[in-house]
Every structure is written in structure tokens, then in C-alpha cells.
T-cell receptor, first 114, second 112 residues
């Protein structure tokens, strides 16, 4: 596609529920990233994929968070047993180069946990 | 980890004015990017500039890596320039230069 596409744009869920957020990167971009942005803050790194593998998942806050990219294109961020503190905008980005180069962000998925 | 400080935190301009935004970072970097987050939340990449100077229309940026700072210049500002400007850096060590650390941003408001 022309840009990074994220769905859903908004997700409201109840505490304890399971959530999946999807990211479709720019065609041809091998590097994919997930960031999380809380109100009034800059985005924070969660995980980096190079191809199908998670090259660095050191930013995932705990084991309730997991992400996959099975075919090296679309990625899904999965959050189990959601907590109110998980409420944030989850941003996906992709880049052409192997880990460096310009990052192109999607519009984000705003998650609200009630 | 690397620290990123942006200044000023807030800036209000009249349309047509020029401005300079600053980004200081605490360690050596080989990845530095400037982004504009518009009022709808979309992050737009302005510059990939780990060193040197680049210009794109009314915007230009300079990074002096040896002194650990970068500057973003906005000339002849327009109301559409309003939003938050973020500087983000990736460290020059440990093989993790892809892992960007963002500053807290500069909130720019351009009034007509």
C-alpha cells in the first residue's frame, strides 16, 4: 500500500480482555517496529522485526504482550489480560533499510481499557 | 539508556515567523530523525539526519554529532506547521541503532 496501515484505529475493551492490533507495512519494507505512545509523551520502543523474526523485543513491558509477523509483511500485536495501564496509542512503523533509515509511521491504534 | 532533551517544550508563533528547535542527546548516535506529529496524531518523518545539514522547502536541519545536538529550523511558518515536533535518536553502540529513543517533543502553535 501507499503507507503504513493500522487497524483498528480505535479499540475500547474491558479490563482482562484479549486484544489484537494489526499493522500492514509499506510494500517492500523489511523492517517493522511497534511503539507505544502515552498522552503527552514521545513514542516508546516495543519491538523490532527484520523479516519474520523478532530481532529485538526488549521493549515489551511484560509477558502479556506478544507480536508476530509470520510472513514477513503484516504484523499483529497481541495483548492478553488487558489492564487499564495498557491504554495508549500503539504505533507501527516500517523502514526499507535493515534497522536504520527513515521510519514511516501508521496513524496508530488507540486502545482504551475500561 | 540514551537521554534526549528537546527545547523549548512549547512555542507560539505568529504566521510568517521563523523558529529553531533544539535536540540534545547524551551519547554518541548514528541514527537521528525528526518527526512532526500533526493534531490528528499522524507522525510524519521530516529528516533522517545523523550528521550534517539537510533542507526540504521551508524546513532544514543540522546535526553536530560530535557535540551531541541537532537543530530543526522552520522558516516562514504556516498554521499547518502546528503540532508536536519530535527528535528521535538511535545509539552508536551495541548494534541497536534501530531502537529510537524519542524526546518529549516541542509543541508548536502557529497563529494566523
Amino acid at each position: 500500500g501507499a503507507g503504513v496501515s493500522q487497524t483498528p484505529s480505535n479499540k475500547v475493551t474491558e479490563k482482562g480482555k484479549y486484544v489484537e492490533l494489526r499493522c500492514d507495512p509499506i510494500s517492500g519494507h523489511t523492517a517493522l517496529y511497534w511503539y507505544r505512545q502515552s498522552l503527552g509523551q514521545g513514542p516508546e520502543f516495543l519491538i523490532y522485526f527484520q523479516g519474520t523474526g523478532a530481532a529485538d523485543d526488549s521493549g515489551l513491558p511484560n509477558d502479556r504482550f506478544f507480536a508476530v509477523r509470520p510472513e514477513g509483511s503484516v504484523s499483529t500485536l497481541k495483548i492478553q489480560r488487558t489492564e487499564r495501564g495498557d491504554s495508549a496509542v500503539y504505533l507501527c512503523a516500517s523502514s526499507f533499510s535493515q534497522g536504520t533509515g527513515e521510519l514511516f509511521f501508521g496513524e496508530g491504534s488507540r486502545l482504551t481499557v475500561l | 539508556g540514551i537521554q534526549v532533551e528537546q527545547s523549548p517544550p512549547d512555542l507560539i508563533l505568529q504566521e510568517g515567523a521563523n523558529s529553531t528547535l533544539r535536540c540534545n542527546f547524551s551519547d554518541s548516535v548514528n541514527n537521528l530523525q525528526w518527526f512532526h506529529q500533526n493534531p490528528w496524531g499522524q507522525l510524519i518523518n521530516l529528516f533522517y539526519i545523523p550528521s550534517g545539514t539537510k533542507q526540504n522547502g521551508r524546513l532544514s536541519a543540522t546535526t553536530v554529532a560530535t557535540e551531541r545536538y541537532s537543530l530543526l529550523y522552520i522558516s516562514s511558518s504556516q498554521t499547518t506547521d502546528s503540532g508536536v515536533y519530535f527528535c528521535a535518536v538511535g545509539p552508536n553502540s551495541g548494534g541497536s541503532n534501530y531502537k529510537l529513543t524519542f524526546g518529549k517533543g516541542t509543541l508548536l502553535t502557529v497563529n494566523p
